[in-house]
C-alpha cells in the first residue's frame, strides 16, 4: 500500500533577514490514495515545492505527521521511505552515460548486476532510451533527458513517484508530449504520484486529484472536473480556467434579479433557492468566458440576460475569438465563436449564460453556490 497521509502539517522557516517565522505550509490535513495521480498547483511561492520536499524527508515538517503507507515517517531518512524524486533540472550526471546514470542508485542500493541491467533494460524500453544508453547528457534532447530522469526514478521501483516541476524546462510542443507520456506511465506503472507544478493546464490534464493552494493553505482539494464545476473560493475560481473565470460585482436586488452596474439579469428559476438570505447583499457573479456569448451565434442558450457592449479588443485564436470588454473596473473576457466577426470598438450584442453563473460572497470570497 502506498497511500500516504498528512495530518495537521505544518512548516515554518525561520526568516533571517525580517526576524521571527515565515509559514510555507499551514496546518495541511489530506490522503493521497494507492495508485492515484495528485497534482499540487498553486503560484509560485504557495508551498508545493515545500509540501513534495517534506514527504521526501528533504524537509522537516514543524508539526504535525506523515504516513505512508500505514507507517508515520516523520523520522524516517528519505532513502528509507521508498519513493523516488524527478527534479526539475533532472540532476543528470554529466560525465555518467545514460546507462550509468541509470543504474548509479541501484548500485547506491547494492542490487546485483543481472538485476540491474534487467531493470535498465525494463525502464528503457519503457521509455524510448535503448538506443541512447551510451550517449552523455549533453548529447541528448531536453525531452530525452527528461525521460533519464524518469527512468532513474522508474529502475528504483518505488512505492511512491514525486515530481516537481518535470517539465517546466521543455518547450511548449514537447512539455504536451511529456504530459501525455506521464499519463500513459502512470496507467502502466499503477504507482503513486505526487506531482508539482504552477501551470493549471499541466495540474488538469494530469492529476485525477488536484491540491489547490495559495499562501500556504489548502483552498480546494478534487477532482478537474469538480474544480471547474464548484470552486470553493475566487481563488480557485480565478485559478483553474484559461482564460480565467469573469468577476462582476453585483447585488442581489429580488429573489432573481441581480443588478451589475447598469445592467440587471435575471437568476435562472432552479437556482434562485440556492442563495436565499443574500438579497440585498453585495455578491461577487463569476461567469466563464465560454458563458458568454455574441448574440448571432447565441444558437444553444436562453436569450433573455444580454446587453449592447463597446468592444475594447479582440484576440484571433482561429477556432475561436477572445473578446475583452470593460464592465464597471473590472476587465471582461468572451470566448466566442471564430466565426463570430467583431471589429475593436465596436458595440455588439452579448448573451450571459446565467445557468452557469457562480455566485460569491464579496467579503469571504467564498463560494454561495
Ligand atoms: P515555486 O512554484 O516558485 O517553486 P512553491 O509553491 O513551490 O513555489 P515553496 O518552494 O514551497 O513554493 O516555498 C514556499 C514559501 O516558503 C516561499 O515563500 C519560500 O520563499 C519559502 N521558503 C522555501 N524554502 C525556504 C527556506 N529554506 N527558508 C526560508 N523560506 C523558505
Do not use: W
Not at 41 to 69: D, F, H, W
Not at 80 to 98: E, G, K, N, S, W
Not at 121 to 145: H, V
Amino acid at each position: 500500500m502506498a497511500s500516504i497521509k498528512i495530518e495537521n502539517v505544518t512548516k515554518t522557516f525561520v526568516d533571517d533577514k525580517r526576524g521571527g517565522t515565515f509559514t510555507a505550509v499551514n496546518d495541511a490535513t489530506f490522503e493521497i490514495k494507492d495508485k492515484e495521480f495528485l497534482v499540487f498547483v498553486g503560484p509560485s511561492g504557495c508551498g508545493k515545492t515545500t509540501s513534495l520536499r517534506m514527504i521526501a524527508g528533504l524537509e522537516r515538517q514543524t508539526s504535525g505527521n506523515i504516513y505512508i503507507g500505514d507507517k508515520v515517517v516523520n523520522n524516517m531518512h528519505p532513502k528509507d521511505r521508498d519513493i523516488a524524486m524527478v527534479f526539475q533540472d533532472y540532476a543528470l550526471y554529466p560525465h555518467m552515460t545514460i546507462e550509468q546514470n541509470l543504474a548509479f542508485g541501484l548500485k547506491n542500493m547494492k542490487t546485483s548486476k543481472e538485476e540491474i541491467k534487467e531493470k535498465i533494460e525494463y525502464a528503457s524500453k519503457i521509455l524510448g532510451l535503448d538506443e541512447l544508453l551510451d550517449r552523455k547528457p549533453k548529447e541528448l534532447s531536453g525531452g530525452q533527458r527528461q525521460r533519464v530522469a524518469v527512468g532513474r526514478a522508474i529502475v528504483r521501483n518505488p512505492k511512491v513517484f514525486l515530481f516537481d516541476e518535470p517539465l517546466s524546462n521543455l518547450d511548449a510542443k514537447l512539455r504536451v508530449q511529456m504530459r501525455i507520456e506521464l499519463a500513459e506511465l502512470h496507467q502502466r506503472l499503477g504507482a503513486t504520484i505526487v506531482y508539482v507544478t504552477h501551470d493549471q493546464v499541466e495540474a488538469m490534464t494530469l492529476g485525477e486529484r488536484i491540491v489547490v493552494m495559495n499562501k500556504g493553505e489548502i483552498q480546494q482539494i478534487a477532482s478537474p472536473r469538480d474544480l471547474y464545476r464548484n470552486p470553493a473560493n475566487m481563488f480557485v475560481a480565478g485559478f483553474i480556467g484559461s482564460p480565467p473565470m469573469n468577476f462582476f460585482d453585483a447585488i442581489l436586488e429580488s429573489e432573481n434579479k441581480l443588478r451589475v452596474g447598469e445592467l440587471t439579469f435575471t437568476i435562472p428559476e432552479a437556482l434562485v433557492k440556492q442563495y436565499k438570505g443574500y438579497v440585498g447583499k453585495n455578491v461577487v457573479l463569476g461567469l466563464r468566458p465560454e458563458d458568454i456569448y455574441d448574440e448571432e451565434f447565441a444558437f444553444t442558450v436562453p436569450t433573455d440576460n444580454k446587453a449592447n457592449i463597446k468592444v475594447k479588443a479582440i484576440e484571433h485564436l482561429g477556432g475561436e475569438n477572445l473578446v475583452y470588454f470593460t464592465m464597471g473596473e473590472r476587465m471582461i473576457t468572451a470566448k466566442v465563436s471564430g466565426e463570430s466577426f467583431i471589429r475593436p470598438l465596436e458595440e455588439k450584442s452579448f448573451v450571459f449564460n446565467l445557468d452557469k453563473m457562480h455566485l460569491f460572497d464579496r467579503e469571504t470570497e467564498l463560494r454561495i453556490f
